[in-house]
């Protein structure tokens, strides 16, 4: 039993770590600002709950633990609000879209006409 | 196992300082800043399993709460270039 939980929580900090890498790399590498944050986004929260559900394996039932549940909590709510801030302020100041990206509501009206 | 989720971490840290420097508009760099102190706040707790203290989570708490505050103010900042702005004056 020991074992296991020790092994999955392996498994959880290594995949964490990895996703953390992942999201470093779409950051540097995505052609234009939307898909970086796509990727920065949806790495950056995933990174965070496998790596702290990693440690709580590791802590086991106490006080430890509760404080981790509490960080993963607060980056849950903190890290998608401060996204979404960050993407509605550059959506008004009419950052550009790449050559590749554009909104989905341009897809489904065609003729909405230029912007 | 605790020094692979830190190198992870580091790596990734390290990522975000070089799109933050390299992020050609303001919102690039943001993003990578959130980026950089959600790892940071990892870093922490990580560590603290590393050495052996994991009394440090109370600091990755704070800091969790502290980056979320600091990117609304820099976001606001951008936007309005003013943090005290009196928003009675002129609507949104």
Redesign the interface.
Known sequence: MTDLTGLL??VL??S???F??V???G??RMPD?WA??HA?GIS?TL??GL??S??ML??GFGL?TV??V??LV??YI??P???H??YR??H??G?AFGADTRLETEQVGEDRGAD | ??S??????L??????L??AV?GP?V??R???L??FG??T??LI??SG?LSGR?DW??L??LY??V??VG??AV?KF??FGDLGRDDSQSAS
Not at chain 2, 11 to 16: E, R, S
Request: aromatic letters at 8%; proline letters at 1%.
């Open positions: 929580s392996w900090l290594g964490g770590a990895l953390c890498v999201g470093g790399l950051l540097l600002f970086r944050a920065a950056d990174a965070a790596i702290l990693g440690l590791q802590a430890v404080k981790l509490m960080v607060f980056i903190t890290s609000t401060a996204g801030a960050l302020a550059a008004a100041h950052l | 196992m605790f692979v989720a830190m190198l992870g971490v790596t990734a840290m390290l990522l975000a070089v799109a390299r508009s919102f690039d943001i993003l990578a959130n980026v959600t790892k706040v990892l707790a990580v399993f994991p989570l109370d990755a708490l969790a709460l980056n979320f990117i609304i976001l951008v936007r």
